[in-house]
C-alpha cells in the first residue's frame, strides 16, 4: 500500500494557486525530502497531508483514507511551523496530555521515555516557557514521534537545532526509516534533508518539478536540483 | 515495504488506540483548566472585572431593598456575561501561541470532543466567577441568595453553560481575527438573548432569597430548551470551525 497518494490536488488562496495539478504517490517506509523555495507550497502540501486544511480540488489519500478520518489521524504525527507545546505547562505534561490524546498506554512511561531520548530527561519537570528555542524544537520532535506513527509530516524540523541536536534527530530520521516509518520531510537544509532521505520531491510555484529517487549525486551537490529545475540562485 | 508495513502493524496493535469521544473531551478540559489554573490570566481579570462592576453599580446608585429585586437577575447576568467573554475570548486564543491548535487538530480526537472539552472547561471557570460575584453581590447588596442556593446555582449553571456553549463556538471561529476581543461579544450575546431572558427572569427573585413568582416553568423550559439545541448545533458546527 502506498502511503501517500495525491491525485491532481490544487489549493487557491483566493484566487492564487498555492498547489497545481499536483500528483504524487510515496511508497510506505519512503523518507521523502520536500524540498521547494519561499511560498513553493511546501507547508500548504503538508497542511494538507495533515488534515489541517483541506484541498481547494483532488484526491488525497494517506495510508488509504482521507487524512481527516481519526483512524488516520491516529497514525500520522505531525511537526508544523509552531512548535505546538504549551509554555505554561512542563516537558512531561505537555508530552503526557498528547499521549493521552492519542489514546497510549503508560502515558507518563511513555512520555519519560521519550524526553530521555531527545536528551531532556533533566528537564522533564521545567516549564516550556523556561526552555531556550533548541530545547523547545526537540520537545516537539518528541511529541510527533511520542505515538510511534506510520506516517511523520515534519515542517522544517533542523530549525534552530544545534549541531548535536541536528545529529539526534537525524538519528531518529534514521531509525524511523528503518522501523518502517513513512517520512515526509520539508526544509531549507539540503544536507540534512538529503542525508536520510529515500526520496526527493522538488515544488517549484505549486507545481511538482522533480519526483524520485534520492541519488548519490544529490548527495554530493545538494543545489543540483534547484538548478536543473529552473531555481536557481 | 511489505515488511516495513508488517512491522509498524504489529508494534501499533499492542500500544495505540483512538480515544473515546468523552475521553478525548475530558483530556482536553483538563489541559485548559491546568493552564488557566498555573497563569490565571483570565480568571484573574474576570473575577477582578466582576467585583469592580458590582461595587462600583453599588457605590452610584445605591439601590434599596426594592430597586435591587428589580435589577438583581438583570444586573447578574450583565456582569457575568461581559466578564464571561474575557475567559471565553482565551479559550481558543491560549491555543495559538506555537500553533498548538494544529497540533489538537491533528490529533485523533474528534473535533466535536476537542470542542465540548473546552467547553466543559470554561463553564467550570465561569462558574467560579459567577459563584464569587454572588458573594460579593450578597454582600453590597444586602441579598440572601443563600436561602434558595440549589435553584439559584441551578439557574447560574444552566445560563453559564449557555454563555459557554455559544461562547467557546464563537471563541473558534473568531480565533484568528485580529479584532476576536471585539468581536466576540458582538457575536455572542445577540444569540444568547433567549437565554438571558431566561436566566435574568429565574435568578432576579432567587438571587433575593425568593421564590421565583408566575411564568417559572416558562423560562426554565426555554432555558434547557436553549441549552439542549445549541449544546447539539454546536457540536455539529465543531468541524466546520475548527479545520480551514
Partial sequence: ?233 | MAQAEARVGARRKSSLAVPGWWRGALVVAGKDLRSELRTKDALNASLAFSVVILLLFSFAFDPTVEETRALAGGLLWLVFAFAGALILNRSFARELANDCLDALVASPVSPAALYLGKVAANWVLLMVVQLASLVVFGVFYNAAWTRRLGALVGVVALGTWALSVVGTLFSALTVNLRLRELMLPLLVYPVLIPALLGAIQLTGPLAMGEAPGAGTEVWLRLLVGFDVIFTALALALSEAALVA
Fill in chain 1, 1 to 233: 500500500m502506498n502511503a501517500l497518494e495525491l491525485e491532481d490536488v490544487w489549493k487557491f488562496y483566493g484566487d492564487f494557486p498555492a498547489l497545481r495539478r499536483l500528483h504524487l504517490t510515496v511508497p510506505q517506509g519512503a523518507c521523502l525530502a520536500l524540498l521547494g523555495r519561499n511560498g513553493a507550497g511546501k507547508t500548504t502540501l503538508l497542511r494538507i497531508l495533515a488534515g489541517l486544511m483541506r484541498a481547494g480540488r483532488g484526491a488525497v489519500r494517506v495510508l488509504g483514507a482521507d487524512p481527516r478520518d481519526r483512524a488516520v489521524r491516529a497514525r500520522m504525527g505531525v511537526l508544523g511551523h509552531g512548535i505546538a507545546l504549551y509554555d505554561e505547562l512542563s516537558a512531561i505534561e505537555n508530552l503526557v496530555l498528547f499521549a493521552r490524546l492519542y489514546g497510549l498506554d503508560d502515558a507518563f512511561g511513555r512520555a519519560r521515555q521519550w524526553l530521555e531520548r531527545v536528551g531532556l530527561g533533566a528537564s522533564a519537570y521545567s516549564l516550556v516557557r523556561e526552555f531556550s528555542r533548541g530545547m523547545r524544537q526537540r520537545l516537539a520532535v518528541a511529541r510527533a514521534f511520542l505515538h510511534e506513527p506510520e506516517v511523520v509530516l515534519l515542517d522544517e524540523p533542523f530549525t534552530a537545532l544545534d549541531d548535536r541536536a541536528v545529529e539526534t534527530l537525524q538519528g531518529l530520521l534514521r531509525d524511523a526509516v528503518t522501523e518502517g516509518r513513512t517520512i515526509v520531510l520539508s526544509t531549507h537544509q539540503l544536507r540534512e534533508a538529503l542525508e536520510p532521505a529515500t526520496h526527493v520531491a522538488l515544488l517549484v510555484r505549486g507545481r511538482l518539478a522533480f519526483f524520485g529517487e534520492r541519488s548519490r549525486q544529490m548527495l554530493e551537490d545538494p543545489g543540483r536540483l534547484y538548478r536543473e529545475f529552473g531555481e536557481a540562485g
